[in-house]
């Protein structure tokens, strides 16, 4: 099962839960939850109580609460059954382990609140906007998605998505909240490792190093100032005639992550933009907008909409210059001919990535790709992306593959590459100086999985938690049952 369609599933299989979910009230004592009123039950219960006078009524289908937020059994349920049918296995999830999860990220969510760590709406609006447009393009249409997952308009699931995603972003920031500031030493690596028995030591599969060669095409100067020029009307629109730069961005932006939402970004100087575009926007004053600015996915004006402390909320209009047919053609044929001069022995791959590879990230290192899971330069085959493995799988040593075609997934210019496997690495035994690397990775997870397993222990002790029915008897990693 891939790890895309868990995420999918656990997603919109916990609608459910979202949409039905209640806020247990402060003045409620901790003997006796009351669901408002609008909340009906899923099912009718012979164990069920009618009182009319002060007498306790059992309420049946509330398999937990955690602070504010109250869990049905039929959301673990539906959120189950929506897991299986994406293939997921007994062995993968069942009701008690996925009751437990559910329970953390409510810990996480609840305690991020208490913190005053929160999320913008406009931020959660983008975040349900990209899936959505993930969904659609997945089951093809957006009538298919709605009737798919039994939903009357786009924006009954627009707003059941918004519920799910702002809980699970308060539950991520609190986690990078406990495990943002972690740290390994070399001296803890080291320790990490020989605490392994020998016997236990993990098997890493076999690897390549991959270098590439980049040519961009070059975009006419012409192509360049009309969109400059669409930039600054704009700007004008909006500051002179009122225009809301709102819809001006839902008109006119290209950035598929936030044309939707009226170009809307909530950032920090943390946040994983590209420097030119958090250099101006931190440049700006509240209700200022930039002047057109160039990054590598094309030009951009910048609107400040809020300034909160070290964080923006901005909206931005993102538009590219057309790139000719002829200018793509160019820049195919140059990379050809570097090809071709490798092979000749002009010179090496990795003089050439350096002299002429239009990718300034790996052209230094001599084309040398970095795995963007673990940072070094090592791809493990059964764990790399499907569209490089394809490109490299057929490639004996030294052999350089033909220029291929890739469009930027992130919005950018199409450009062309070449590729050459420059080492392979057979399946092996963890090696402390040769799989460093990958050692330290596991002993920071590791470290930061045990200050996880703490912060969660140290809270169920000071959070109002309830666990019901038959999952008092689950075999939690927890202490959900406070025994």
Not at 97 to 118: C, F, N, P, T, W
Not at 417 to 433: C, G
Request: negative net charge.
């Amino acid at each position: 099962m891939r790890r895309i369609d868990v995420c999918l599933a656990l997603l919109l299989g916990m609608a459910g839960i979202f949409g039905t979910q209640a806020q247990v009230r402060d003045s409620v004592p901790d003997t006796q939850i009351e669901p408002p009123a609008e909340m009906t039950p899923p099912r009718a219960s012979s164990e069920n109580t009618v009182a009319s006078t002060g007498q306790r009524i059992k309420l049946d289908g509330i398999a937990a609460v955690v602070g504010d937020y109250v869990i049905l059994d039929s959301d673990v349920e539906k959120t189950l059954i929506d897991l299986r049918n994406q293939g997921a296995s007994e062995q993968d999830v069942n009701t008690c382990s996925l009751l437990g999860k559910l329970m953390e990220d409510r810990l996480y969510a609840h305690q991020a609140v208490q913190d005053s760590i929160l999320v913008s709406d406009d931020e959660v609006y983008a975040s349900s906007d990209r899936y959505m447009q993930e969904f659609e393009q997945r089951l093809g249409s957006m009538e298919k998605v709605l009737e798919f997952y039994n939903k009357e308009s786009v924006e009954d699931l627009r707003e059941e998505l918004f519920q799910i995603n702002k809980l699970q972003m308060l539950s991520n920031k609190m986690q990078q909240e406990i495990v943002g500031e972690i740290k390994v030493t070399p001296e803890e690596v080291r320790q990490f490792f020989q605490a392994i028995p020998e016997d236990e030591r993990p098997v890493f599969g076999a690897e390549l190093e991959i270098a590439q060669i980049v040519k961009k095409p070059v975009i006419p100067e012409e192509e360049k100032q009309k969109v400059i020029d669409r930039l600054r009307r704009i700007k004008q629109d909006v500051e002179e005639g009122g225009a809301s730069f709102r819809v001006k961005a839902i008109l006119n932006s290209e950035d598929p992550g936030s044309k939707s939402n009226g170009g809307f970004y909530s950032i920090t100087r943390q946040t994983q933009f590209v420097k030119e575009f958090k250099d101006v926007a931190f440049s700006l004053r509240e209700g200022e907008i930039s002047e057109p600015f160039e990054t590598q996915f094309g030009y951009h004006i910048i609107y400040i909409e809020k300034v909160r402390g070290q964080e923006l909320d901005l909206r931005h209009i993102l538009m590219q210059p057309k790139v000719p047919a002829s200018a793509m053609e160019e820049a195919r044929k140059e990379l050809d001919t570097i090809r071709k001069h490798i092979q000749e022995g002009k010179y090496t791959f990795a003089e050439a990535a350096r002299n002429f590879s239009d990718e300034k990230e790996t052209k230094f290192d001599g084309g040398l790709l970095r795995n963007p899971v673990t940072f070094d330069s090592r791809f493990e085959l059964t764990k790399m992306d499907p569209t490089l493995y394809n490109q490299v799988r057929n490639l004996k040593d030294n052999e350089i593959s033909r220029p291929t075609r890739e469009d930027d997934p992130r919005g950018g210019v199409p450009s062309f590459k070449i590729l050459q496997v420059t080492n392979r690495f057979d399946e092996h035994p963890a090696d402390f100086a040769q799989d460093y690397l990958k050692i330290q990775e596991l002993a920071l997870r590791d470290k930061q999985f045990k200050a996880i397993r703490k912060w969660i222990q140290d809270h169920i002790a000071d959070t109002y938690i309830s666990v019901n029915g038959g999952y008092r008897d689950c075999n939690f990693a927890n202490n959900w049952v406070k025994q």
